[in-house]
């Protein structure tokens, strides 16, 4: 936050995820994690509550990702077209991040703890896009269904991508996701 | 657990929904939740691991309802139509519960640590669906699809039954989700 310390809040959370990734997330203590760093443990605890909550990133940035996104989906897009925009562009910032999200994810597999901080950040997501869509103008029981099913979609995509080979997009990846929910759908009606 | 104590868990369960709707789930201790049914706080961490678990029912019974469900849908239905078995056999015991569903929403609605445990409730139901639909030979990628997609179905549709007007039936809002899910999903495909 100061500028004398440039990148404090990025310089932390990569070296939280060194740390985790070598010692284990239990082993590891704020006071190494701000060493690292090259930074204070004030600082840290300027930009995050606790040991867990550097390893979840900027909320406001996410919220102002999805809020965008599904703003600018074009006027026409179906309720699942605007949470494929959604979706797909905190996708494409996963993307760029390949390494980071699988180090940050085999940290979390580790950790039960860790698995219900990420269960609610998925809980919040949807409920984020459900409000998203509402102002959208789309109905209030389609916009709870679309979303909270596009967050299950994109679980889904996330867990093959991250488990996947190198050369997997994961943007396509979730696309690919919602054309099999569609055939899937389709196929529920057919019984 | 002894005979000496019949039906102990239900009565357990049943003192514990009372006190947390009466004074909050804070205020209470296990002692007198143990003390309103009748019986010893050692009885009580016999079956219960803590005051929040008293609120998460019968795990065993989850699983074989789901299991039974799923086995007993017919051979040919599709993935979603195995899921649709599941969530209604899991919606129609709900139903017959509707009142303690009820009360049992409105405590966990005040405290996010038992909204925390309901998260990973229905991350482990997810899971163990993909599991069940595996075993009927759903491919991999389409079981956690329909899995994760169900279990939002179920969210969407629960929330609905739980707030709307008591002539609702659980078991016929969630097939009317699917429905809803089929048609939104058909949409996505027409952009």
Do not use: C
């Not at 989906?73 to 699988?102: F, I, N, W, Y």
């Amino acid at each position: 936050m100061g500028r004398w310390e440039p990148n404090a809040r990025g310089r932390l959370e990569e070296a939280a995820l060194e740390l985790y990734s070598e010692r284990g997330f239990e082993q590891t203590t704020v006071a190494q994690i701000a060493e690292r760093a090259g930074l204070t443990e004030r600082t840290y605890f300027r930009h995050f509550a606790d040991k867990r909550e550097v390893l979840f990133g900027f909320p406001g940035q996410l919220h102002a990702g999805i809020t965008e996104a599904v703003a600018s989906a074009p006027a026409d897009a179906s309720a699942l077209g605007a949470v494929e925009a959604a979706l797909t562009a905190m996708g494409a910032v996963l993307q760029e991040r390949r390494e980071k999200a699988r180090k940050r994810q085999a940290v979390i597999d580790e950790n039960p703890e860790l698995q219900e901080r990420e269960l609610i950040k998925m809980a919040t997501m949807a409920a984020l896009l459900t409000e998203t869509l509402r102002a959208r103008g789309i109905a209030d029981s389609a916009a709870a269904l679309a979303a909270e099913t596009g967050i299950a979609v994109f679980k889904v995509a996330f867990e093959r991508w991250i488990q996947g080979p190198d050369r997997l997009d994961l943007p396509t990846m979730i696309r690919e996701a919602l054309e099999e929910l569609q055939s899937l759908a389709a196929d529920y009606g057919t019984r």
